[in-house]
Every structure is written in C-alpha cells, then in structure tokens.
C-alpha cells in the first residue's frame, strides 16, 4: 500500500483520490505493478489531478518533497498534522504529514482539492498552543539536547538486496527510528504506543499492523527486502526536524537477539521502551486473544497450555537459577540470556508444550538485559499496563523525560486499544491455584528485572488479584 494519501470512508469522493485508487485497481494481482505506483505517490496523486482537471494547489499547506529523487520517497513535508472530520455521508482523514511543532497550520485555498473537501465539514480544532509551546520549549535547547536523525544502514546480511546506488542514496537520506516498543503481544504495547503517538515529536510508521509495527527488523523484512524499501515503513523529516520515529514492533524482543543489534547500527543512540504487564496476567491474556482459532478447537485449558512447560523450562533455566541463587548475578544474567535465545530452549518439543510461547514471552528479564546490554542501560525503561491505566498522563510524562521530547506537552487519558474481547469457556478459565504456581514460577526472574529496571513489584502495579474470571482451585491432573 502507499503511504496514506486523502482517504475518504465509507468511499472516495474527490475525483483524483477515486482515480488514485483506481489505478491501483487495476493492478489486480500484480504486485510490480502496485508497487511501482506505491514508489511514487506523488506523480501518482499529480497525474490523478491533472486528469481530473485539477491543479496543484493547496496554498502553503503541503509542500512536495518528493518530485525529485533526494527527497527519498516522502509525500508530505512534516509541517502539517493529521485532521479529522465528520461530514454528511460518513467520516474522512486527510494525512497532511506528521503532527506539527511550529504552531501553525495553513488552510488549504478555498478552490483547491483540499480546500472543497474542507468546505464539506470543518477539522476540528487542534491543540495549537501545545504545539506552539513545544516549538518554543524546543528552540532553546542546544542542538546536542535534540532528538538525532540517524541515516538507515546497509543490511549487514543480503548486502546484494541493497547494492544499488539509489537504494543506498535512499537510506541515507532518511532517518531510521529512534524510539522503541519491543514488548510482547498482550503488554500493552498498543496503548502506550497511542499515548506517545499524541506527542507532537513522535512520529508513527506509515506502514505495518495498526501504524505500529512496521516489522522492519525482523528477518523476513531485513534480510528480504531493500535498503529503500526497509526506509518506506517510516516518515520521512529532516534531519534538522525534531522528531523521532516510532517502531512498536512487539517480536522484536523476544524474536532473537538479533533485532536489537540490526535497530543499534541504523540508530545507535535509539531509546527503548519495554511495555510490561504483569507475567500471568499476558499470558491469560495472550491465551485469550489465540483461543478461539487454536485452544478452543483443540480443547486445550490455560493451566494445561502453560503448567506443562514449566518443569522443561526449569530444566533449561537451571544454570541461571542457581546463579542467581549463589548471588552469581553476571553469571546467571549471561546463562538466562544464552537459554532464552539459544537453541535449545526452543526446540519444537518444547515450544509444543508452550503453545504460542504464552510463558516464554512473560518472561521479560532476558529482553529487557539483551537490550539494555546493546543499546545502553541508561537508554532502556519500562512502563507496566497497570501503570497505564492507573496514570496514562504520567506514564508519558515519565517516558517523554526519558527519550528527552518537550516537557510541556499534557498527555491526555489513556484508552484501551486493541482489547481482547474473547470469552472463554469455564472449563478452559485459569484456576486460583495455577495462577498462583505461575507467579511463585516468575519471581526470581521478576527480582531480577526489578533490579535492572530499579523499580518495584508494587511501583509497576503487580501484586497478586483475586480475579473474579477464576474458575476454581483445581488444576489439571
């Protein structure tokens, strides 16, 4: 797909939008053919115009950066921001760039394209004063108190995919992303991710799951596709803009390590965010978000998908807990870390007796090390769910402190995004019991990720609940 051009819902009613997309029509199956059109969406979305009878003018509001080759494949400038609004017939977005920070917004002309679409049903207003604050807030720092622009790198594998003079001129002139999501699915990555996203330097990617997850370092993204290609997942700015790009790609921690390593070399001084919920309640979590194409068919409970691979998993931890138990912490973090992403902690067996790696993905203290040991532990914190949802707006305070974005911008409340919504049969319900066995199973790894993190089991909200979806206290025989 293109990046986000003017999408109309529930249908196009602007003339060179309809003809736009018409054009990617008729590609049908052919993806050269899509792509091609994708490349260049601003010779797509002129040549749409001019056949509709229209001209290009939208009276300062946009500027094309990329009616040229160095201007690396963007279509909007990143002095406009993202408007909504409701007009009869239904809703549209129109995509003006990324969130402003000079205060300003210029209205589109009265006879541009933009502006009859304008004319249809006013945007509601933006929070200018916001954004204008930050700009002054930003403007009088040194420049080494900035976020940094970091060029993409050429692959250190599959170097041939990049070997072209364009794709390199491509990479290097676009800024790789400097903020990062790696957590696991069910943490409340989603959320945290759209609270940060309302700060006007942070930038989501224009493409991947819900403008989240690009997935641009995950092997079947890194190793396949191009340099430039790798690039077009994020916004392209300036490297003299304040802005920082988003990735809240949730495999990346727990894919390999090797995410993290290929993240370091495009952006060496990137920030990470962990989004951490509590271990068992992911995991249940996680159980329901599967359990309707897998559990529920195979007749499977949550204490059964779990409680069975804790005894193979102390056998592949046992060096680390021994470690940790003869205060050897540097011996037992380097054992944990080797079993967590070696091979024999995840061959098939035992990943078949954690279906879906409900376990192994709460089991954060190795993520949270690997990245802390690449990209610095001065540039690594964490933020739980229950933090988010008890104080949304201090939680990105707090984040917006660490990556080092304006302090004056308000966050607003925290929503739910992405909630699992399945229900679970009774029978198939955590128990009491079990979910007590997990969490006595996590605490030497929860100390430890304590300590990393310098925080507290009651600090991120983790204390033991008596959850009312419990079943009974009988676990599986």
């Not at 609940?465 to 079943?471: E, I, K, T």
């Amino acid at each position: 797909a293109p990046p986000p051009l003017l999408v109309h819902a529930p249908a196009p009613r602007d003339a060179a939008i309809s003809r736009a997309l018409a054009a990617f029509d008729a590609c049908g199956a052919d993806e050269r053919c899509a792509d091609a059109l994708a490349r260049d969406p601003a010779r797509l979305l002129l040549d749409a115009w001019r056949g509709a009878g229209l001209a290009n003018d939208l009276a300062g509001g946009v500027a094309w950066l990329n009616c040229d080759e160095t201007a690396a494949g963007s279509l909007l400038d990143a002095s406009s921001t993202i408007t909504l609004a409701d007009a009869a017939g239904g809703s549209y977005a129109v995509w003006l760039g990324p969130a402003a920070t000079d205060g300003r917004f210029a209205p589109a002309a009265p006879a541009s394209p933009l502006g009859a679409l304008f004319s249809a049903g006013p945007p509601r207003a933006v929070a200018v004063d916001q954004r204008a604050a930050c700009a002054r807030e930003i403007a009088g720092r040194p420049l080494s108190d900035r976020p940094r622009c970091f060029a993409f790198q050429r692959g250190v594998a599959g170097a041939s995919r990049d070997a072209d003079e364009t794709h390199r001129r491509a990479g290097a002139s676009s800024c790789a992303p400097t903020l990062f999501i790696p957590s696991a699915q069910k943490g409340a990555s989603s959320a945290l991710a759209a609270l940060l996203a309302t700060h006007p330097q942070v930038l989501r990617p224009v493409r991947g799951s819900h403008y989240k997850e690009p997935g641009a370092y995950i092997n079947a993204v890194y190793y396949r596709q191009s340099l430039a290609r790798r690039a077009s997942r994020f916004p392209w700015f300036r490297d003299d803009e304040p802005f920082v790009a988003l990735d809240a790609t949730v495999t990346y921690a727990s894919e390999s390590r090797l995410p993290a390593m290929r993240a370091a070399l495009d952006a060496p001084r990137a920030f990470v965010v962990f989004a951490l919920r509590e271990p068992v309640a992911r995991a249940f979590s996680d159980f329901r978000f599967c359990y309707r194409p897998y559990f529920f068919s195979q007749d499977i409970g949550f204490d059964a998908a779990t409680l069975g691979a804790l005894d193979a998993y102390d056998a592949c931890y046992g060096a680390a807990r021994a470690f940790y138990a003869a205060n050897r912490t540097a011996a037992a973090d380097a054992a944990g870390a080797d079993a967590y992403y070696g091979l024999a902690c995840q061959d098939l067996k035992l990943r078949r007796r954690d279906p879906f790696g409900l376990v192994r993905k709460s089991l954060y203290v190795y993520q949270v090390l690997h990245y802390r040991a690449v990209h610095g532990a001065e540039r690594v914190t964490a933020v739980s769910a229950e933090q988010l949802k008890r104080d949304a707006p201090g939680a990105g305070r707090a984040v917006a402190a660490h990556v080092g974005l304006c302090a004056s911008f308000s966050f607003g409340a925290g929503q739910r995004v992405h909630a699992t919504r399945a229900r679970v049969a009774p029978r198939h319900a955590w128990s009491r019991a079990g979910y007590r066995r997990l969490r006595a199973w996590f605490e030497p790894y929860n100390r430890r990720l304590y300590a990393a993190l310098r925080t507290t089991e009651s600090s991120l909200g983790w204390e033991e609940v008596d959850y009312p979806s419990f079943r009974d206290d009988r676990l599986p025989t």
